[in-house]
């Protein structure tokens, strides 16, 4: 019904099985590796500066990695 935005099977499978053994946290865990830290004051900026950029523009010019 939703497409692309919809859940997908697995994620419902380990959800429904997180509830059923009693665990409602809805927060995502811990991960590993450095946090990312991003300065959403200089982002605005750079955005006001030039509101024709693209997010790929500013992830590069900000070095910000793709994967956000």
Known sequence: IYGEDALKLRQCQNW???FRSGDFNVKDAPRSGRPIEIDDDKIKA???SNRRLTTREIAEKMRIGKIL
Do not use: E, G, H
């Open 46 to 48: 750079l955005i006001d």
């Open 16 to 18: 429904f099985t997180k």
